[in-house]
């Protein structure tokens, strides 16, 4: 599959520009993309009350939890299609890849038509289930609802976007994003203060630009002049790349899905604390979603640079990929630490004007503002771990970190202490072991996989 203008050759020639304008270009897309998610909880939280930023708030545990477990079958895809890409560069009409294409876009459809059915009718036993407090309730149930009608257009999306991510296209994603948040703040503006909507206006807003973003990568996929062109008469689950894609995205969503599940709990923990508390706690998380994205952005570096490199052969790019990965983030966390010390209280009150919400805000922000580090190095070692194909290792250590160490935290340390800081240490405490695990796991997989590749 040759090289195209809107293409990256992640085999051959230097890393360090080639892994640095790909991260950056992605890191733009993905931080525009939770810049317009944070307009949505500013506008609420500014204009529409306390009560309705819970709500928004609240529910974000909920929609993550269905969303991160497709979205490691997204994972999946960027892959299947980066190993086959890396071993067929030259083949422009390679089956493998149009048949894993397809059956990516049709995936997107079918998992998110099971989602919005699940959100539409059952928001509120799912709201029950992390205890939602009674004033929060309604706002909550609506905001689901409606954000449930996206889900589709969502999907298509991110696993179009994938699919362009997959032969190292990150420009036209960031186009994409760069129009649809401009629609949707425009939007967010014009439900919340003109037509006076509250958690409904924002999930509104937001549902209409994730159709737009579905739209316009559709268009884009279908005037693709290499074997990822889409033809919408051939969206279909094909048997073996759709195999393929559940063999190494099934273990990431599950990985993902236990990482909502914790998040669950500790959100049900929070929701004790009463609404001012939930408010906080979605503006601390809409800032430090900030710097999730960021570290996201080397982790997808890391799986796309690894994953080609893979199927390559080519063992030496890949240590020199997964060592530039980690000094980019090193460089990252110092950037985040000092925004933390610097504007932390000034970012909080982007969200909130009410004293208490600002309060529980810094509580939260004082603990997770300086430790994200820890999650990219272990994202670093993780997209490493997959880019080979060792996602059901890297499911299993990630459950045993989180698991082993989040949950039980939350079930007994913070019980025992019961302070609202206490309960968010098990964050940084569970980064910490994952990373451990990964890199004893990193050594040995790649070790036998240099060793079975030269045999």
């Given at each position: 599959m040759a090289t195209r203008a809107?293409?990256?050759?992640?085999?051959?020639?230097?890393?360090?520009?080639?892994?640095?304008?790909?991260?950056?270009?992605?890191?733009?897309?993905?931080?525009?993309?939770?810049?317009?998610?944070?307009?949505?909880?500013?506008?609420?939280?500014?204009?529409?009350?306390?009560?309705?930023?819970a709500g928004v708030g609240t529910c974000s545990v909920l929609v993550n939890l269905f969303l991160n477990f497709i979205m490691g079958l997204a994972a999946g895809v960027t892959i299947v299609l980066g190993q086959a890409i890396g071993r067929n560069r030259d083949d422009a009409k390679n089956d493998g890849v149009s048949q894993a294409s397809h059956t990516a876009i049709a995936l997107a459809i079918y998992c998110g038509l099971a989602i919005t059915a699940v959100c539409l009718f059952f928001a509120t036993p799912l709201l029950n289930l992390i205890s939602v407090p009674e004033d929060v309730m309604s706002e909550a149930k609506i905001y689901l609802r409606v954000m449930a009608l996206g889900y589709v257009p969502s999907?298509?999306?991110?696993?179009?976007?994938?699919?362009?991510?997959?032969?190292?296209?990150?420009?036209?994603?960031?186009?994409?994003?760069?129009?649809?948040?401009?629609?949707?703040?425009?939007?967010?503006?014009?439900?919340v203060c003109g037509f006076k909507m509250t958690?409904?206006?924002?999930?509104?807003?937001?549902?209409?630009?994730?159709?737009?973003?579905?739209?316009?990568?559709?268009?884009?996929?279908?005037?693709?002049?290499?074997?990822?062109?889409?033809?919408?008469?051939?969206?279909?689950?094909?048997?073996?790349?759709?195999?393929?894609?559940?063999?190494?995205?099934?273990?990431?969503?599950?990985?993902?899905?236990?990482?909502?599940?914790?998040?669950?709990?500790?959100?049900?923990?929070?929701?004790?604390?009463?609404?001012?508390?939930?408010?906080?706690?979605?503006?601390?998380?809409?800032?430090?979603?900030?710097?999730?994205?960021?570290?996201?952005s080397i982790y997808q570096s890391s799986i796309v640079f690894t994953s080609q490199n893979y199927g390559a052969k080519k063992f030496d790019r890949i240590k020199r990929t997964f060592r530039i990965c980690i000094i980019y983030s090193v460089l990252v966390w110092v950037l985040q630490?000092?925004?933390?010390?610097?504007?932390?209280?000034?970012?909080?009150?982007?969200?909130?004007?009410?004293?208490?919400?600002?309060?529980?805000?810094?509580?939260?922000?004082?603990?997770?503002?300086?430790c994200y580090g820890l999650l990219g190095f272990s994202n670093v070692l993780s997209g490493a771990l997959r880019g080979m194909g060792a996602s059901i290792i890297n499911m299993i250590?990630?459950?045993?970190g989180v698991c082993g160490i989040r949950i039980v935290w939350v079930m007994t340390a913070f019980k025992s202490m019961g302070t609202f800081e206490s309960l968010y240490l098990c964050y940084p405490l569970s980064w910490l072991g994952v990373s451990i695990l990964h890199t004893i796991m990193f050594v040995i997989v790649f070790r036998n996989a240099k060793r079975q590749c030269f045999k």
């Open positions: 809107n293409s990256v050759d992640m085999v051959n020639g230097p890393l360090w520009n080639k892994i640095l304008k790909f991260t950056l270009t992605y890191m733009l897309t993905a931080v525009l993309q939770q810049l317009y998610s944070a307009a949505d909880v500013m506008v609420v939280g500014r204009f529409a009350g306390k009560e309705a930023l999907l298509i999306y991110n696993f179009g976007a994938g699919i362009l991510r997959a032969k190292g296209d990150t420009k036209r994603p960031l186009y994409i994003v760069l129009a649809s948040g401009i629609i949707n703040v425009v939007l967010n503006l014009l439900f958690a409904s206006g924002v999930a509104a807003a937001t549902v209409i630009s994730k159709v737009f973003n579905a739209v316009v990568v559709l268009y884009v996929l279908c005037n693709e002049n290499d074997a990822t062109r889409i033809n919408l008469k051939k969206i279909h689950v094909y048997k073996k790349p759709f195999l393929r894609i559940l063999k190494l995205g099934i273990p990431s969503g599950v990985q993902s899905g236990v990482y909502s599940f914790s998040n669950i709990i500790v959100q049900s923990s929070v929701n004790g604390f009463g609404s001012a508390a939930i408010a906080g706690s979605a503006a601390c998380t809409s800032i430090t979603e900030f710097y999730n994205v960021m570290f996201n630490s000092l925004t933390t010390y610097f504007f932390g209280i000034d970012l909080i009150k982007l969200y909130a004007t009410d004293p208490k919400v600002i309060e529980m805000a810094m509580r939260k922000f004082a603990i997770l503002g300086y250590t990630s459950i045993i």
